[in-house]
């Protein structure tokens, strides 16, 4: 089954839903959509919080396909509130990279336009933890 960047983009960028929850959190500023191995697509939304205990909305995604029981992950795209694409920052590169031996060839969008794609392992070069997989 193939799924198109533009799909993924769209499902993420449908998630978009600025907001304040409460006077120490906002959310869904930030959007996020991944493809699994098994080809189901979950999406999630950033939770910022004044405790610094939020969630980033690649991290929720995650969240929601380990709930449904699926740990591989082929495609990531997270969606700025401006709707452009932007990459993971360094917590979610490491939480991404811990999910499975192969997460280092997930693809990550980084320009819709030209459907320009990283592999996680140019994001995270020489990661410490490979060698916990063999």
Known sequence: MSITWQVLYNEAKNKLNPRTISPFIDAGGVAAALLTKGGNIYTGVCIDTSCTLGMCAERNAIANMITNGESQIEK???????????????????????????SGQMEILVDLESEKVVKLSAL???WWGTSRFE
């Open 76 to 102: 990531l795209v997270c969606v700025m509130g401006d709707g452009s694409v932007g990459s993971p920052c360094g917590a979610c590169r490491e939480y991404l990279m811990q999910l499975d031996k192969e």
């Open 124 to 126: 995270i070069p020489d």
